[in-house]
């Protein structure tokens, strides 16, 4: 028992007064309920127990934190289980995305012209080439034609719109 109070207390940082514990039968308890001690492979059985089974039919994050913390404790009990419902495979495959729905999709206005909207990237850590090590690319949205300027991955903003002006 007083290893279990030892481990509890450096998990949380918190003191745990010894009335708080009993053991019964052999079997440590918190506050009356089952102490279950830092073991992954036992946590994700009671877990699953009380997620998994058709009888409780994989309910979410909270009615399965309320089924387990009947009978059993353990530090950051919330925590664990949240993430246990949050990547249920069959949870995810099944339950509905409760989020609002996204808006309408707009098609993009089309330019005028040629070289009227442009984009702007930069492919960087490339290996030395006559003594760049970056490139800067610039691409019309109409054409699809495109400007390959090599250059240093430490360019400024400034310097990029220098090679912008003399170069497209």
């Not at 994050?61 to 990547?87: A, C, F, H, N």
């Not at 012209?113 to 490139?135: G, H, I, K, M, Q």
């Not at 390959?148 to 170069?167: D, K, N, S, Y």
């Amino acid at each position: 028992m007083a290893k279990a109070v030892r481990e509890l207390q450096q998990a949380s940082g918190k003191t745990v007064r010894s009335a708080e514990w009993s053991e019964d039968n052999g079997v440590l308890q918190f506050r009356g309920k089952i102490y279950v001690p830092r073991n992954a492979d036992l946590r994700r059985q009671v877990v699953s127990l009380c997620h998994d089974t058709k009888v409780t039919g994989h309910p979410g994050r909270w009615k399965t934190l309320e089924l387990v913390s009947r009978d059993y404790w353990w530090p950051q009990m919330s925590k664990y289980i949240g993430q246990y419902v949050g990547t249920c495979d069959l949870c995810l495959r099944t339950k509905p995305v409760r989020q609002a729905l996204v808006g309408e999709l707009h098609p993009l206005r089309i330019p005028d012209s040629r070289w009227d909207t442009l984009s702007v990237d930069f492919v960087v850590e490339l290996p030395l080439s006559s003594r760049y090590n970056a490139v800067m690319t610039v691409v019309d949205s109409v054409s699809k034609r495109a400007h390959f300027i090599p250059t240093h991955t430490t360019v400024t903003a400034e310097g990029a719109a220098r090679l912008f002006l003399h170069q497209v």
